[in-house]
């Protein structure tokens, strides 16, 4: 159960973009037009299966629409709570730390996983190849426990990495470069795998062409390759900020201390009861609507995707 | 004249596919030489293995003199002293100046070297109007255009042109041929040209080689090529439009005489076996309403006409003499022999051009 909102969380951030797409190609150019089509052409045909899938599509929607709504007229019918909890510097602290220690992650992601991306997108087809990327996508399979089990036994002071790394006064239990750590962890394949397929689709054709002119490797990547991924890498980064942030069982294990946001909630649930836990939860998810609102607005001031080839 | 891109028995394989193999190439500096062959034949795998764009699985390559195999540390600046145009035109989204610009920035020319080169460079395709415009709305043979002066720019001793014009209106490129012939004999351009185009690659190389199947099959001028080709693949390819089966008679005065279905010819060629094919270009047979004088040609003898194609501005004349022979003449000279099916017409065709290969 305590594992439920991050997933939720992730469900809702696909759906929206998915809706959109369709909305955005089904609706545009007239609704009004449409409609009056539709009604001089009513009754004539129905397409059966269609309306069938809509019906079923809508009882999965539903569940997302019942569960917000339940937890909303809650939550709005008592304000003051909301607003009180909402404006306490615990929850406000955690939701920062979360947010901070997400980005942090993506950071490192950015730095080690564009690399790795780029080598995976134009390495030729190997055993080698096919290893790396199953390595790539271990944490997607595993339960998050898991993940966190293996982070802890990794990170611990006792671990092969944590026992160096704190001899250098690197601490990863029970502080804020555990949590990093974790998320980085969890959040990985989501930003290579998106990073990969963005490096994919820009043409070895471009990339030869700035060769030929007399562009290094790096230089190459630099100027085409890099500049032609841009909107992958964002869209990469923010499905890899979503899913660290809304990480519980992974962070948990290594970093239970400081709280973020989902070990917030739990913790409020187990200790103070069901009304403090959902005004947390409710203020969680304005705030991560908004914010991934503004991120995927963003989104359409980038990229240099019409490229010719 | 001095090699300036030497290669030896190069091979390159694309996972289990081999594309070239034992290739032999050498390209003379100040020369234009095309390489033609069908599609698929490894022309443009080669010439992206000697601008070191992709490393060849095996084989010795210099070029400028230096052994590129031993010295893969300094691909770069020996690829800075070459250039290469692609089949598709490849503009960067970005304006005409920022794409001329790309080769110059990445040698790190200083902004008034790389501002006075662009414009002289777009000065000489001709698109100095367009400077300020964003590259990808220019029309396809003006984004060939930028990029050709995007290569320019940087002063390739070797120029790569990878089928530059294939999918190009006639007058782009005339404009492209028109400039890479002037900087060859002005500037002593090196260049490399693969082609489809037959005539392309007549019109603008010093010297042909034929690429079939991954190798190189043949080289030299392009009348050798065309009018004495090695083997049967390339004298097709060369479209050479007479193969015919034939057996060696006897030699005489320096000719071959070869029979083929009962038909006995003069050839000029000296005799590589005993059971040969002839080749003859359609264009070298004449086609006549009277005996001709015998100064005209070696080989004369009556035909019917089988077959009449018109291709404008010629006409394919098929002609039943024993065997059958493929004639090339201009529209004109059909209409004034009045050429129909079922004519008796004579022929001549001159003992040099009928070339003999080993069957």
């Known amino acids: 159960m305590p594992i439920a909102p991050p997933s939720r969380e992730e469900h809702g951030l696909h759906t929206d973009m998915k809706t959109r797409v369709i909305s955005g190609d089904l609706l545009r150019g007239g609704r009004e037009a449409s409609l009056t089509r539709w009604k001089k052409h009513r009754g004539r045909y129905v397409d059966w299966c269609i309306v069938g899938f809509c019906i079923m599509g809508a009882a999965l929607v539903g569940i997302t629409v019942l569960a917000l709504a339940s937890m909303a007229t809650a939550e709005l019918g008592n304000p003051a709570h909301l607003l009180e909890v909402a404006l306490s510097s615990e929850v406000i602290h955690s939701i920062l730390l979360t947010f901070a220690a997400g980005a942090n992650a993506v950071l490192l992601l950015a730095l080690f996983g564009t690399p790795l991306a780029y080598v995976l997108a134009r390495a030729h087809p190997s055993r080698f190849k096919g290893v790396v990327e199953s390595i790539v996508d271990i944490p997607l399979i595993l339960p998050h426990t898991v993940a966190g089990l293996l982070v802890y036994l990794l990170f611990m002071r006792r671990g092969w990495l944590g026992a160096p790394l704190s001899g250098i006064g690197l601490a990863f239990e029970d502080a804020y470069p555990g949590t990093v750590v974790a998320m980085l962890f969890v959040a990985s394949p989501f930003y290579v795998n998106t990073m990969r397929e963005g490096f994919e689709k820009v043409p070895v054709h471009l990339e030869n062409v700035a060769r030929t002119l007399g562009a290094g490797t790096f230089t190459t990547f630099r100027t085409v390759t890099l500049p032609l991924s841009l909107r992958h890498m964002y869209n990469g980064a923010i499905f890899a900020w979503g899913r660290a942030i809304g990480e519980f069982a992974g962070v948990i294990m290594i970093a239970y201390y400081p709280f973020i946001i989902s070990t917030l909630i739990y913790y409020s649930f187990t200790t103070d009861g069901i009304q403090t836990s959902r005004s947390i939860a409710f203020t969680v998810i304005l705030v991560s609507l908004g914010v991934f609102y503004l991120l995927r607005r963003m989104t359409r001031c980038l990229g240099r995707h019409d490229d010719r080839v | ?359």
Not at chain 2, 25 to 46: F, H, R
Not at chain 2, 61 to 72: A, L, M, N, P, T
Not at chain 2, 251 to 260: K, L
Request: glycine share 8%; aromatic share 4%; with cysteine.
């Open chain 2, 1 to 359: 004249m001095m090699a300036i891109i030497e290669a030896h028995d190069i091979t390159k394989f694309y996972g289990n596919l081999r594309v070239l193999h034992d290739v032999d190439l050498s390209v003379g500096k100040g020369e234009i030489l095309a390489l033609i062959g069908p599609s698929g034949s490894g022309k443009s795998t080669l010439l992206r293995v000697l601008d070191l764009i992709e490393p060849a699985n095996g084989g010795e390559i210099s070029v400028f003199g230096i052994d590129v195999v031993q010295e893969r540390g300094r691909w770069l600046d020996l690829r800075r002293r070459m250039g290469m145009l692609f089949q598709r035109p490849i503009v960067f989204n970005a304006s005409v100046y920022d794409n001329v610009a790309m080769g110059l920035r990445y040698r790190g020319a200083s902004g008034e070297d790389i501002e006075r080169k662009v414009k002289e460079a777009l000065e000489a395709v001709g698109l100095s109007r367009y400077i300020k415009s964003k590259a990808t709305d220019l029309s396809g043979g003006e984004q060939q255009r930028v990029a050709l002066s995007r290569v320019l720019v940087t002063d390739p001793e070797i120029l790569f042109l990878d089928e530059p014009t294939a999918n190009l209106d006639p007058t782009s490129t005339a404009t492209i041929e028109r400039i890479v012939t002037g900087l060859n004999r002005e500037a002593g351009m090196t260049v490399l040209i693969s082609t489809h185009d037959l005539s392309q690659g007549q019109r603008l190389a010093h010297r042909i080689a034929v690429m079939i199947d991954g190798t190189i099959a043949q080289t030299g001028p392009s009348r050798e090529v065309f009018r004495e080709p090695k083997d049967r693949r390339i004298a097709r390819f060369v479209g050479a439009e007479n193969i015919i089966p034939a057996r060696v008679v006897s030699r005489s005065n320096g000719f071959t005489i070869v029979e083929a279905h009962g038909r006995q010819m003069l050839s000029a060629t000296p005799p590589p076996a005993e059971e040969v094919e002839m080749v003859a270009r359609g264009e070298d047979i004449s086609l006549h309403r009277r005996e001709p004088e015998h100064e005209e040609a070696e080989n004369r003898f009556p035909a019917t006409v089988t077959r009449i194609e018109p291709t404008a501005p010629f006409v394919n004349v098929t002609v039943h003499c024993g065997c059958d022979l493929v004639a090339l003449v201009t529209a004109r000279r059909a209409e004034a022999l009045g050429l129909r099916e079922g004519m008796e017409v004579w022929v001549s065709l001159q003992a040099k051009a009928v070339h003999l290969i080993r069957r």
